[in-house]
């Protein structure tokens, strides 16, 4: 699958070792399993690889707070204990938001994805 970036500091922090670190105030073991998630991203053929794993908890990110989450997606950093998670947003072949983002119609189609950022939970 191809993996996009929101921009070149998400990218850096996705891919560049010391920025996770610096990201997770020096905790080396999120920042691996940072880089080891957004490489197990490239593996996959198409997103559906993805959402049938179970540690990486894939889910739809709901509105919350008057903030429009529609479209938007996670996985965990790490594990469910972890407040970390990566948040994704699906792309059609054109590298565009589809119009209808239902995950149970697109998931074996979906081949690339849009790293939108990495926080915390709830922030």
């Known amino acids: 699958m191809k993996v996009v970036y ?13 920025v996770a670190k610096k990201l997770f105030s020096g905790n080396d073991k999120l920042a691996v399993s940072l880089i080891a998630r957004i490489n197990a991203l490239k593996q996959a053929v198409v997103l559906k690889d993805i959402i049938v794993q179970p540690p990486f908890h894939f889910h739809k990110l709901l509105n919350k707070n008057g903030k429009n989450l529609e479209g938007l997606f996670a996985i965990d950093v790490k594990t469910r204990r972890d407040p970390w ?23 074996g189609i979906v081949e690339i994805v849009r790293i939108e950022e990495v926080s915390r939970h709830y922030e």
Not at 9 to 14: S, Y
């Open 6 to 18: 929101a921009s070149k500091k998400v990218e850096k922090q996705c891919t560049d070792p010391k």
């Open 85 to 107: 998670r990566v948040i994704l947003r699906p792309l059609d072949e054109n590298g565009e938001q589809f119009a209808s983002c239902n995950i149970d119609e697109i998931a």
